[in-house]
């Protein structure tokens, strides 16, 4: 006789809650927002969880929803994509690239920074393109701040470190997401001393902003992360209130509600988006302040984040349908939202919703799409169970993005 579905998926969750922590019934189920009881009756077979119960458990165990289900476990698509050779010499001095003869002045170091700055916000090829011109300008940044470190000329030096400030958050970000997350805590601190060094509060405060998402992204950085944007936001109350500053700021809180929501403190995380983001959205308005792109939209965005990691994937969608990101200046943060939309379904099963929202990210940016583990995830976990209809088209964006069957 088969065994009852239910039993089994309750066998599965008690094998790795003892496996993964060997934590009591009482804990898991109160971090899941469940009865100690009604979590036990879901381990003895006698209920079946909902999707989004499901979807609570299996992220608290830290196991993907379909080895709770049975499911043949998708094999991880491997990203191998990293920061490019010459990009990395260039940051470390044993490139071929390094500069000699006069340094280049701030103006044009200004124009050349925001430009690539531009590129790597609005394009779609933006690491192919934004790799071409690295290496030059990190040679050209770095001798004139070499340059300019002794001179006379006291406001061209601080013109010169304002832009080393600036470029090394560029570098910061290229380098968390091509996958270095060691070059991209060395190049936040380079930001963090050419802001200080230009006595530039407002930067000071981007560096370590962008420091906070170094930390983000490393495992058990959360509360490092929270700490260093806290510090932040308290050194910008001696500084005059401005929309630049409300921007910063609401920058730095957004970090702070990141920290939260993966440290699972949920009601945290909602009370500062809130109370403390939401008000500084309205003084900032939709703005790009130190390349933060922080506003109403990116607070939407964030407010969605939330539920998707909570796992309420039903409130996700509806917060969802307020947020208009097409007028964003970055089309990161446009690849966020559609992936964080994908995750939402992917966490009710709605596979062809999933499939669509996998496209549009391939639109996007294909670049990107290759070098997001939770998307290429997803992919997989697609191959090995959409229904023959979508089949074709998940074998087929499989392909493109080079993930073995």
């Not at 406001?155 to 400030?165: E, M």
């Not at 539920?307 to 917060?319: D, F």
């Not at 007028?327 to 966020?336: G, I, N, V, Y």
């Amino acid at each position: 006789m088969a065994e009852n579905p239910k039993a089994l998926v309750g066998a599965r969750i008690r094998h790795y809650r003892r496996k993964n922590g060997n934590r009591s019934m009482a804990a898991v189920a109160g971090l899941c927002g469940v009865t100690e009881r009604y979590f036990s009756m879901i381990e003895n077979g006698k209920r079946s969880p909902s999707s989004e119960v499901l979807t609570r458990i299996a992220a608290e165990l830290q196991v993907p929803v379909s080895a709770l289900l049975g499911d043949a476990p998708p094999v991880k698509a491997p990203v191998t994509l990293t920061t490019a050779p010459d990009v990395a010499g260039a940051l470390m001095g044993y490139g071929s690239t390094r500069a000699a003869g006069p340094p280049v002045g701030p103006v044009l170091l200004r124009e050349r920074v925001e430009e690539a700055w531009r590129t790597w916000q609005k394009s779609d090829q933006r690491f192919t393109e934004i790799e071409e011109a690295l290496p030059a300008l990190i040679s050209d940044v770095e001798h004139s701040v070499r340059a300019h470190r002794s001179s006379s000329d006291a406001s061209a030096r601080r013109d010169v470190l304002r832009v080393a400030a600036d470029f090394y958050g560029l570098m910061r970000s290229y380098c968390r997401r091509s996958g270095r997350l060691d070059l991209s805590l060395m190049v936040a601190d380079r930001a963090r001393r050419a802001a200080e060094d230009a006595d530039d509060p407002i930067r000071i405060a981007a560096a370590h902003w962008s420091l906070g998402h170094c930390l983000l992204s490393q495992d058990g950085g959360a509360q490092e992360a929270h700490d260093v944007a806290g510090v932040a936001i308290g050194e910008l109350q001696s500084v005059p209130e401005s929309t630049e500053k409300a921007a910063i700021q609401g920058a730095l809180e957004l970090v702070r509600v990141v920290a939260e929501a993966q440290q699972k403190r949920w009601w945290d995380a909602r009370q500062r988006l809130v109370n403390k983001a939401e008000p500084l959205g309205k003084k900032a308005g939709e703005s790009n302040t130190m390349w933060t792109v922080f506003g109403p939209t990116n607070i939407g965005l964030h407010a969605l984040s939330i539920e998707m990691l909570a796992g309420h994937s039903a409130e996700g969608l509806r917060l969802a349908d307020d947020v208009d990101t097409s007028q964003l200046p970055s089309r990161e943060r446009q690849f966020t939202f559609t992936l964080e939309l994908a995750r939402c379904y992917d966490q009710r099963r709605d596979d062809p919703a999933v499939l669509v929202h996998l496209l549009d990210l391939e639109k996007l940016s294909a670049e990107d799409m290759a070098r997001s583990t939770v998307a290429t995830d997803m992919v997989t976990g697609l191959l090995h169970r959409v229904r023959p209809t979508f089949q074709p088209q998940v074998a087929k964006l499989a392909e493109r993005l080079g993930i073995a069957p």
